[in-house]
């Protein structure tokens, strides 16, 4: 129904355009009005406390020094404001924002895998301390191999002079 009086008011305007552009505009009031406006006293604080110091007076030297260097290099036309020079404060605002927006994901990202490094590497840490505990243990019990080996080098030496008794006696009864 709405459109049909628009084209009613569309036909009998002479100016379709200012007709359309008014509707817009009192569209775009509406809304605003509609809207609740922070004081300019918070949009003032909120912007100063954005700044790195803690001292106010500190923040408002940072803002001044800023503002007159600016002032300064564009009055002796030592830098001239062009579009570059939106794309790089668009650029610096993209940035800024994917730094603060990403930031925290990351930190916990990368806390997170720390924690698991440092564990993997306590765990690995703790088998190899194992380990290398049994094979002292076990080597502890080859402590007395020394004197099991020279019992058993010096029965070889036997074994040899009983065998070779049993082949002299052999060799004695095989001409008899």
């Known amino acids: 129904m709405s459109s049909q009086i628009l084209r009613t ?3 009998n305007s002479k100016n379709t355009a200012t007709l359309a552009n008014s ?7 509406g809304a605003r009005a509609m809207s609740t406006e922070k004081p300019v006293e918070t949009k003032t604080t909120s912007a100063i406390g954005a700044l790195p110091t803690e001292n ?3 923040k408002i030297a ?3 020094v800023g503002g007159g260097a600016a002032t300064y290099l564009i009055s002796k ?3 001239i404001v062009n579009e570059e020079s939106l794309v790089l404060a668009s650029f610096a605002f993209v940035i800024s924002y994917l730094y603060k927006t990403i930031r925290e994901p990351y930190n916990e990202w990368a806390e997170a895998r720390l924690k698991n490094i440092e564990q993997l590497m306590t765990d690995a840490r703790v088998e ?3 380990k290398v505990q049994e094979r002292i243990e076990e080597a502890s019990q ?5 004197p099991v080996t020279k019992d058993l080098f010096a029965m070889s030496k036997q ?4 065998k070779e008794a049993v082949e002299e006696v052999e060799r004695l009864t095989a001409k008899n």
């Not at 080859?142 to 020394?146: A, G, P």
């Not at 074994?159 to 009983?162: T, W, Y």
């Open 142 to 146: 080859l402590s007395d191999i020394v």
């Open 128 to 130: 190899h301390k194992g």
């Open 77 to 79: 036309d030592i830098y």
């Open 159 to 162: 074994d040899q002079i009983l």
């Open 9 to 11: 008011i569309a036909k």
């Open 23 to 29: 509707l817009r505009l009192s569209a775009y009031n």
């Open 62 to 64: 940072y803002l001044a």
């Open 56 to 58: 106010i007076a500190s």
